[in-house]
């Protein structure tokens, strides 16, 4: 069970800094300049809300699994289990878990949908840095 905490609290950490680590310098100007790129449509203050809501998604996402693998750990330290978990087992509901957060955050994060929820939130409101 610590295990399993202990690899849940890695994934989490890596979400919670994935959306730094992985910005090519491409991005970065985009974000930074309002440039076209890949993930982004172009216009400043359009560009770094949604850099800011794929964060906060990501970061939503790593908060959970830190909590989810701290509390993995506190059962496994605290709690007397009577019964052995199979480590193959754990070691698939780990990989499971991986790969739905990752569909997750490619769905929730695409610049299609992070576009269209922030067209419904700025609708009448001027989105602009000028």
Avoid: H
């Avoid at 709690?79 to 509901?93: H, M, P, Q, S, T």
């Avoid at 949908?113 to 922030?118: F, G, I, N, P, R």
């Amino acid at each position: 069970m610590q295990s399993l905490g202990v690899l849940i609290d890695i994934c989490g950490a890596f979400y919670l800094a994935r959306s730094f680590m992985n910005k090519t310098i491409q991005e970065i100007v985009a974000e930074a300049y309002g440039d076209e790129s890949d993930r982004y449509p172009g216009g400043m203050s359009t560009n770094l809300a949604i850099s800011f809501f794929r964060q906060r998604f990501e970061a939503w996402i790593g908060f959970a699994l830190l909590f989810l693998g701290f509390t993995c750990q506190f059962f496994g330290n605290e709690v007397l289990v009577a019964v052995e978990l199979n480590l193959r087992l754990v070691i698939y509901i780990a990989i499971l878990l991986g790969i739905g957060i990752e569909l997750l955050i490619r769905l929730n994060t695409s610049t299609d949908v992070a576009q269209a929820k922030l067209d419904k939130y700025s609708e009448g409101k001027a989105i602009s840095m000028w």
